[in-house]
């Protein structure tokens, strides 16, 4: 059975939307109303202008073990993997076997010390660097195509305050899978979907999560063109973008932790700092199990292109961030197994 810790004392949910006094109401659209004085602010940026990754900034990872999805690379720290040149971020997944670290520093994992994989790639994280607690969080990037493709740009707890995955939560700001690729449910028949989700429950099998996909974009899609992705993260309430359109809202009473350590009226496990990663993956059980499944070698090398990164914070609300939040009306339902009214 399901722990189910969610409690939302003191604080109330009135038309699907989280209210506190003073700061944030309710709208027409069902959206969450901004305050006039809150603003947001660029807390931290990268635009990628020299001609090497900014090791303030971020860190790559090094591993072999495949993400928990028997994905097909090591991520490297190497210049083939992870660059900086014209102002943009490139992550390149590359057909080569090598050997390296089996897990990243800092996992905390038993097993082999090394491993090998029959792909390199790249991976950035902020983690150790830079962590935060609420904010609006965007990217701008240009995605790959090809069957085995699943590009990421998403952020995890800087520590694991409710436990481990998925206890103390995952917020996924855009993920996509085998971009170009025939798909029947796609407008125009080719995949030109990303996605956002948020990850969340107790240990497996109870773990859980909630997803959204954009619309098909059969021109200018994420493969064929620049797109910014963004999450706004706030007191009980996260949202996603692509190009400033909302594309998923979700708030606490949608999702729980099953951590005996939160505390009643919290928002656990989103009340804690979070840092960033993006990631280029090869094969894996999502992307080969979408769309036309398996993973076609004709796909790689490929590469993530990233213009800029930032972090903006709310001005005027520092304590919740909800006075930010924009209040842009959706109307959708996240999907998903997670149904809180059947808990």
């Not at 790559?60 to 190497?78: F, L």
């Not at 897990?103 to 830079?130: C, F, I, N, W």
């Not at 109870?206 to 619309?215: R, V």
């Not at 910014?228 to 999702?255: C, K, N, P, S």
Request: proline residues 6%.
């Amino acid at each position: 059975m399901q722990k189910h810790v969610k409690i939302t004392a003191a604080r109330g949910i009135v038309g699907g939307v989280l209210i506190s006094a003073g700061l944030v109401g309710c709208t027409a659209s069902g959206g969450v109303a901004e305050s006039s004085s809150a603003r947001w602010e660029v807390v931290w940026s990268d635009e990628f202008s020299g001609n090497a990754l900014d090791r303030s900034k971020w860190l790559p990872e090094e591993s072999c073990w495949g993400g928990g999805n028997n994905e097909r690379q090591c991520y490297t720290d190497r210049p083939v993997n992870v660059s900086v040149a014209d102002g943009k971020l490139k992550l390149t997944a590359i057909p080569e076997e090598f050997t390296g670290p089996m897990y990243p520093e800092g996992l905390g994992m038993d097993g082999p010390e090394t491993g090998t994989q029959a792909y390199t790639s790249g991976k950035v994280r902020t983690r150790g660097l830079h962590a935060w607690k609420y904010g609006r969080f965007s990217a701008r990037m240009k995605l790959p195509k090809g069957q085995g493709t699943w590009p990421a740009f998403w952020m995890m707890p800087e520590a694991d305050h409710y436990g481990t995955w998925p206890l103390s939560g995952e917020i996924d700001i855009m993920e996509a899978t085998n971009l170009g690729t025939p798909c029947d449910e796609c407008q125009g028949g080719f995949e030109s979907r990303t996605s956002a989700a948020l990850h969340f429950g107790d240990h497996a099998p109870d773990n859980t999560y909630l997803f959204h996909k954009t619309e098909a974009r059969p021109v200018d899609g994420p493969g064929d063109g620049w797109h910014t992705y963004t999450v706004e993260w706030a007191d009980g309430v996260i949202q996603w973008f692509v190009d400033d359109e909302i594309l998923m809202r979700v708030h606490e009473d949608q999702w729980f932790t099953g951590s005996n350590e939160a505390r009643e009226g919290s928002a656990a496990p989103f009340d804690q700092p979070f840092y960033m990663m993006i990631n280029l993956a090869v094969g894996g059980r999502l992307a080969e199990e979408s769309n036309g499944r398996g993973f076609d070698p004709q796909a790689f090398p490929a590469e993530v292109l990233v213009d800029w990164v930032r972090v903006e914070q709310c001005v005027g609300d520092e304590e919740t961030g909800r006075a930010c939040l924009s209040d842009q009306a959706w109307n959708g339902q996240p999907r998903g197994p997670w149904e809180p009214e059947k808990q």
